[in-house]
Every structure is written in C-alpha cells, then in structure tokens.
Antibody, heavy 122, light 109 residues
Framework: QVQLQESGPGQVKPSETLSLTCDVS????????WSWIRQSPGKGLEWIGY???????TYNPSLKSRVTMSMDTLKNRFSVRLRSVTAADTAVYFC????????????????WGQGALVTVSS | DIQMTQSPSSLSPSLGDRVTITCRAS??????LNWYQQKPGNAPKLLIY?????QRGVPSRFSGSGSESETDFTLTISNLQPEDFATYYC?????????FGGGTKVEIK
C-alpha cells in the first residue's frame, strides 16, 4: 500500500523559502512520477511540478523561477523548495504520485499525502 | 496552459438522484481526463482516470465518459449516496502544466 506523508514548517515569513518533504512508503521513488500540488481558496488546485527517474524535473512555468525539487533515494523521500514566498503562496501543499506514463491513460494522481498547511506571514 | 472549466459550480440533489457534472478542456486532450472527489480536510481521491476507467475500489455508481470532440467530458453519479456529498474536480493529464477544473460542490438538499 502506497503512502505519502508531508512534513515541514507550518509558517514561513514573507520573502523566505518554503521547504517541504514527502516521505514515501510502499513504493520506490525511483519509479513513477512524484508531484507537488497546492490548494488555496483563491487559486484552487495548482500543480507545482514533478520529479522522476533519478532527479529529472518538470515545473509549472508559473512557478519555475522560484521552485526546486529534489529526491533522496536512500530515504525514499522527495522535497520541494519555493523561494521568495508571499501571502499568495499560503496554501495546503500535497505530494502525490503518478504511475509510469502509459499512452492509453496519460498522467493522473492515484496516491496523495494528507496535505500540509503552510501559511506565509510575518 | 490548458484551461479546464467545470459546470455547474454547485448543485443540491437528493439521495438516490442521478448527478451529472461536466468538464470542458480549452483544447483537445484525447481521453486524458481524470476525476477526483474531495471531502473537507482530506486530499483529493482519484475516482476515474482516462475519462472512463474506474479506479480500483471506487463504487460502480460512478462513471465517466468523453466525446468525439476530445474536449467535453462527463462524470455521472447514479443513485446518490450520503457519502457522495463532496467536491468533485476534473484534471487533464495530457500535457504539463497539469491543470484542474474549479470544482463542483455537491451539497445535501
């Protein structure tokens, strides 16, 4: 059974860096695609990006200049860093898995973490 | 980016009703359309992927369909049950950045 669990500070000051980690059990992060998705009242669900293979990444262009994702294969976890945060980055952040790409099915998110609320405030 | 538009934004059916939610993509996405259910305080849960494939463990009263246009999709819930009151989202899995619809809230009448 695949399980994901987010962890990280619940509050970040404006202009600082938001950092979250997702611990994965029941699956190897060297397979599949591992995404960060956030949800805020103002912008709904927003895909931030994914990491796959041994660290290849694809980011949402809207956040690309501020985002970095990484993975630790020994600990079976992956992380996201979002720089220069503002109040608009306040959201619940989810990590999620997409199975290996299949031309018949495309990309979908079949396992999610419970979510971590991050508030940007001084 | 591919824009996903859901309608209606909310509805208030009765138990046992048949509910239909639609999702329109701003360009053709084949059958790369997925549906999720989200309850307050929880993560979204995958219901249907590739337009019409039911995720393992999801009740068969949920069904999805696409169209020849490859832009219009439907989620149908037959015989609405109390546990089905939630918010439903569509998501395109055709190209990055992956995008979601704005959601349809199904509330108790």
């Amino acid at each position: 059974q695949v399980q994901l669990q987010e962890s990280g500070p619940g509050q970040v000051k404006p202009s600082e860096t938001l950092s979250l980690t997702c611990d994965v059990s029941g699956a190897s992060i060297t397979k599949s695609y591992w995404s960060w998705i956030r949800q805020s009242p103002g912008k709904g669900l927003e895909w931030i990006g994914y990491i796959y293979d041994s660290g290849s990444t694809t980011y949402n262009p809207s956040l690309k200049s501020r985002v970095t994702m990484s993975m630790d294969t020994l600990k079976n976890r992956f992380s996201v860093r979002l720089r220069s945060v503002t109040a608009a980055d306040t959201a619940v952040y989810f990590c999620a898995r997409s199975p290996e790409f299949d031309i018949l099915t495309g990309y979908y998110f079949d396992h999610w973490g419970q979510g971590a609320l991050v508030t940007v405030s001084s | 980016d591919i824009q996903m538009t859901q309608s209606p934004s909310s509805l208030s059916p009765s138990l046992g009703d048949r509910v239909t939610i639609t999702c329109r993509a701003s360009q053709r996405i084949g059958d790369y359309l997925n549906w999720y259910q989200q309850k307050p305080g929880n993560a979204p849960k995958l219901l249907i992927y590739a337009a019409s494939t039911l995720q393992r463990g999801v009740p068969s009263r949920f069904s999805g369909s696409g169209s020849e246009s490859e832009t219009d999709f439907t989620l149908t819930i037959s015989n609405l049950q109390p546990e089905d009151f939630a918010t439903y989202y569509c998501q395109q899995g055709y190209s990055t950045p992956f995008t979601f619809g704005g959601g349809t809230k199904v509330e108790i009448k």
